[in-house]
């Protein structure tokens, strides 16, 4: 059974938008940084952006910089994700992940950190 749940993929066309939005039933976030992982087919999953506790802090890929944002409501234990002015590379699950440890730990150790969600379809054409 997944620790956190993710929702909010689908099918969007190229230059639009969609909005992730990942919860953790029955439990908190407030102690976690919160991050995004994608993976495509044939691909292994890559980092996507993340964010600290307090929610001051975050950190994106070079790939979706300026185009994604992260964003985390500790009070609705959420993290979201929008994305806009998506592409078809963007095409992948997304997976959101939590751990008690840093930032930059969440992002370079992804293997270790405490929680994942089974993740969402975004599908992008052309």
């Known amino acids: 059974q997944a620790e956190l749940v993710e929702s909010g993929g689908g099918l969007a066309q190229t230059g639009g938008s969609l909005r992730l939005s990942c919860t953790r039933p029955?439990?908190?976030?407030?102690?976690?940084?919160l991050a995004w992982f994608r993976q495509s087919p044939g691909k292994e999953r890559e980092f996507v952006a993340a964010?600290?506790?307090?929610?001051?802090?975050?950190k994106y890929a070079e790939s979706v910089k300026g185009r994604f944002t992260i964003s985390r409501d500790n009070a609705k234990n959420t993290v979201s994700l929008q994305m806009d002015s998506l592409k078809p590379e963007d095409t992948a699950v997304y997976f959101c992940?939590?751990?008690?440890?840093?930032?930059?730990?969440?992002?370079?150790?992804?293997?270790?950190?405490?929680?994942w969600g089974q993740g969402t379809q975004v599908t992008v054409s052309s």
């Open positions: 992940s939590a751990d008690r440890a840093s930032i930059d730990s969440i992002i370079t150790r992804p293997n270790q950190n405490d929680f």
């Open positions: 029955g439990g908190t976030f407030t102690v976690y940084s």
């Open positions: 964010i600290s506790r307090s929610g001051g802090e975050t």
